[in-house]
């Protein structure tokens, strides 16, 4: 079992997230609550814009700086690496757009992805450029099976960091390092672990990663993170090219008339214009959040929780269909029982006002730091013995 995290005051954190005064959420695979916080930092915003305007635009961009700051510094990054986007597949299409592709090439993926990471790359078919799947085993993806998927035409590899299905964790460092050795962009779809899990690009060989803000990142919908390692900024074309794409753009004093500025030489290339002021406040405040407690805290308490689901679980005859192996973990806990329906099952855990998801024909769990073992044990209890 994955040891508890006794420095972690939970208690002193769940009063930011007042769905616990309503539900026992355990859902944050979904759309998950944001905090008090990022609820002040938007309406800081709105109330700054209602009272003047554009006038604080200064302001606001310092700001942004500071989300983009937290947001490198969670991953490991540098600032210059992270552009913030609508959502997850914005990112991703910044890569399957931009490779510079030659008819025969092909990219790699699995069958098991979510969509946001399919359609980005059999959209590439048009261009001749063939989408090539792995198909998991016992619900894993082995990096024996991608590495007999590539040959001299791949050009990207692109899986998600967890899958949003059944939780299994990716090996990312053994993934990277393979994509490097044949010359391969590493792609990784983010979103199902951005938060959640330890990610560090400084030491694990990601090319590009993209993760909207409304899972285990707790921030608003439409704004998330791009990352794209500094080394492969060139080897990306920016499709979407705007007046704040370009070197020299600013709010002060600006020379508008001036129209043959190069590209900047950093991630902000892949924003092209006004950004989303108010996602951004609100992601920064959930940021600032998760840097606050730390993202080791953050993963431990996880698994520990799901450590006690997944032990209620068996105890009770359930079927675990998400990984059971300590590297393939994460948050989501995946289950389902002979003879008795998921759905049947999902309706009577909202009858408790228990909220989870179901996702084919099976039931999906996913807390959060905030969670507590009296609400994993709520849920054990609610479900049929």
Avoid at 88 to 96: K, Q
Avoid at 118 to 128: M, S
Avoid at 300 to 326: C, N, V
Wanted: charged share 25%.
């Amino acid at each position: 079992m994955t040891p508890n995290c006794p420095t972690l005051d939970i208690e002193a954190y769940r009063p930011l997230f007042p769905v616990t005064q309503h539900h026992i959420f355990l859902n944050h695979a979904a759309v998950a609550p944001v905090s008090t916080r990022v609820v002040e930092a938007v309406n800081e915003y709105f109330t700054d814009v209602l009272r003047a305007g554009g006038t604080n635009e200064p302001a606001w961009l310092e700001r942004v700086k500071k989300a983009r700051a937290d947001a490198a510094a969670l991953v490991g990054a540098e600032p210059e690496e992270i552009a913030f986007v609508k959502n997850t597949t914005e990112g991703l299409l910044f890569v399957a757009n931009g490779i510079r592709w030659r008819e025969g090439d092909n990219a790699v993926t699995a069958s098991c992805e979510f969509p946001a990471n399919v359609y980005p790359w059999r959209n590439l078919a048009r261009w001749g450029v063939e989408t090539r799947f792995v198909k998991p085993r016992g619900g894993r993806i082995l990096v024996d099976d991608v590495r007999a998927a590539l040959d001299r035409r791949t050009r990207v590899v692109s899986l998600s960091f967890v899958q949003y299905f059944n939780g299994f964790r990716a090996d990312l460092e053994a993934l990277g390092t393979l994509c490097r050795e044949r010359g391969v962009l590493f792609c990784v779809d983010a979103i199902q672990g951005l938060g959640a899990l330890q990610l560090d690009v400084s030491r694990t060989p990601v090319d590009f990663f993209s993760a909207d803000g409304h899972k285990w990142l707790l921030a608003p919908e439409g704004i998330g993170v791009f990352y794209c390692r500094r080394e492969r900024l060139e080897d990306l074309e920016p499709l979407e090219a705007g007046w704040w794409s370009v070197q020299k753009a600013t709010y002060y004093a600006p020379d508008y008339s001036t129209y043959t500025a190069p590209l900047r030489n950093d991630a902000q290339r892949f924003e092209p214009g006004t950004r989303n002021n108010a996602g951004l406040f609100g992601l920064g405040a959930a940021l600032a959040l998760l840097r606050e407690i730390g993202i080791l805290r953050i993963e431990a308490r996880i698994l520990a929780l799901t450590d006690r689901l997944i032990e209620g679980l068996q105890r009770r005859g359930y079927t675990i269909l998400s990984p059971l192996r300590p590297a393939e973990r994460s948050g989501i806990v995946t289950f389902r029982r002979k003879g008795q329906p998921a759905l049947q099952l999902h309706r009577r855990l909202r009858e408790a006002n228990i909220l989870v998801s179901l996702r084919h024909n099976a039931v999906r769990v996913s807390p959060h730091f905030y969670n507590t073992e009296e609400e994993i044990d709520a849920l054990l209890e609610a479900l049929p013995a």
